[in-house]
């Protein structure tokens, strides 16, 4: 598929989320069934990311391009509320009107659901009334009807990624222990259902990898000092404790490299583990449930 990429930075005196826009040409259409190929004039894609290092980046844009989607397509990558960002996210929706759709999926590409960003992107989007990042931005402007979908949360795309990352060092599985450690938010309600959606993911990388157990820990890395403090401490206990008995294999549940997956071992220094420093991306898995997520909002436009 050719694409077509650049970025535009703008600076605007907003406080919080960093956007920066990648944009790509729409896919052919040609070949498509009718119906979707009507869709492709009428539907727009964005998708949205936490945003890292170029490399980061680089490797979203290409998940998103493999995804090969059939719709005019935006991405922006953002992590709170910064200047320009908010700027260039409004210059991509509007760049999707100009194009004549009729409606815009979003697509959040986020682990959870449960998180502050995530509940930003609603607000950005005209989506969330209310919030108290109303003094720091206001909703983008946009004509048509937005729909955001739901981020991976415990979707079993996930679990056969890291399924897959586990089998890449995996010896004897029924002697291993895998404990799946992601970001984690910053609050105790939102690290509950964090963990309520890991729990669905370790438990079919179990049953489907025949491993001794699979557990998940969070390491809310940018919670206050005292709540990360205690959050390694039970990650490290984990491990340690697991560690006397078993093999443990730890797998870092991250959207991309390039961000805090060197952490994790650092955190985890003088104990004895397997680390699998890959992250969900690249893999097939991620293009294809962007594909559906898309594909479900077009479908089911409820």
Same mark, same amino acid.
């Given at each position: !598929?050719?694409?077509?990429?650049?970025?535009?930075?703008?600076? #605007?005196?907003?406080?919080?989320?960093?956007?920066?826009?990648?944009?790509?040409?729409?896919?052919?259409?040609?070949?498509? %069934?009718?119906?979707?190929?009507?869709?492709?004039?009428?539907?727009?894609?964005? /998708?949205?990311?936490?945003?890292?290092?170029?490399?980061?980046?680089? $490797?979203?844009?290409?998940?998103?391009?493999?995804?090969?989607?059939?719709?005019?397509? &935006?991405?922006?990558?953002? !992590?709170? !509320?910064?200047?320009?960002?908010?700027?260039?996210?409004?210059?991509?929706?509007?760049?999707?009107?100009?194009?004549? $759709?009729?409606? /815009?999926?979003?697509?959040?590409?986020?682990?959870?659901?449960?998180?502050?960003? !995530?509940?930003?992107?609603?607000?950005?989007?005209?989506?969330?009334?209310?919030?108290?990042?109303?003094?720091?931005?206001?909703?983008?402007?946009?004509?048509?009807?937005?729909?955001?979908?739901?981020?991976?949360?415990?979707?079993?795309?996930?679990?056969?990624?890291?399924?897959?990352?586990?089998?890449?060092?995996?010896?004897?599985?029924?002697?291993?222990?895998?404990?799946? #450690?992601?970001?984690?938010?910053?609050?105790?309600?939102? *690290?509950?259902?964090?963990?309520?959606?890991?729990?669905?993911?370790?438990?079919?990388?179990?049953?489907?990898?025949?491993?001794?157990? $699979?557990?998940?820990?969070?390491?809310?890395?940018?919670?206050?000092?005292? $709540?990360?403090?205690?959050?390694?401490?039970?990650?490290?206990?984990?491990?340690?404790?697991?560690?006397?008995? *078993?093999?443990?294999?730890?797998?870092?549940?991250? #959207?991309?490299?390039?961000?805090?997956?060197?952490? #994790?071992?650092? &955190?985890?220094?003088?104990?004895?583990?397997?680390?699998? %420093?890959?992250?969900?991306?690249?893999?097939?898995?991620?293009?294809?449930?962007?594909?559906?997520?898309?594909?479900?909002? /077009?479908? *089911?436009?409820?």
């Amino acid at each position: !598929m050719s694409l077509k990429r650049f970025r535009r930075h703008a600076k #605007i005196p907003l406080a919080g989320m960093a956007f920066f826009i990648a944009t790509l040409a729409p896919a052919a259409t040609a070949g498509q %069934p009718p119906a979707q190929a009507g869709a492709a004039k009428t539907v727009g894609v964005l /998708v949205l990311a936490h945003g890292g290092t170029p490399r980061w980046n680089a $490797v979203v844009e290409q998940a998103v391009a493999d995804a090969e989607l059939p719709y005019p397509t &935006r991405v922006a990558f953002g !992590m709170g !509320m910064h200047g320009g960002e908010v700027e260039a996210l409004q210059q991509a929706v509007t760049e999707l009107e100009h194009l004549g $759709v009729e409606k /815009v999926v979003a697509v959040p590409l986020l682990v959870s659901s449960a998180s502050e960003v !995530m509940r930003q992107y609603a607000y950005l989007l005209g989506l969330r009334p209310d919030g108290p990042w109303q003094d720091h931005a206001e909703p983008v402007k946009c004509q048509v009807p937005i729909r955001l979908t739901s981020p991976l949360d415990g979707d079993p795309a996930v679990a056969q990624v890291l399924l897959d990352r586990a089998r890449e060092v995996s010896v004897a599985p029924g002697h291993e222990v895998v404990v799946v #450690i992601a970001h984690g938010p910053n609050t105790e309600e939102d *690290n509950t259902r964090w963990l309520d959606a890991m729990g669905r993911l370790t438990q079919t990388i179990k049953a489907e990898g025949g491993f001794k157990d $699979v557990l998940s820990v969070t390491m809310r890395d940018d919670a206050e000092p005292a $709540v990360l403090a205690k959050a390694v401490a039970d990650m490290r206990q984990t491990i340690e404790a697991q560690a006397k008995e *078993n093999t443990v294999i730890v797998l870092p549940l991250l #959207i991309a490299n390039g961000g805090i997956e060197g952490k #994790i071992p650092e &955190r985890l220094s003088g104990l004895t583990f397997i680390y699998q %420093p890959k992250a969900l991306l690249p893999h097939p898995k991620l293009s294809e449930w962007i594909a559906s997520r898309v594909q479900d909002a /077009v479908k *089911n436009p409820g």
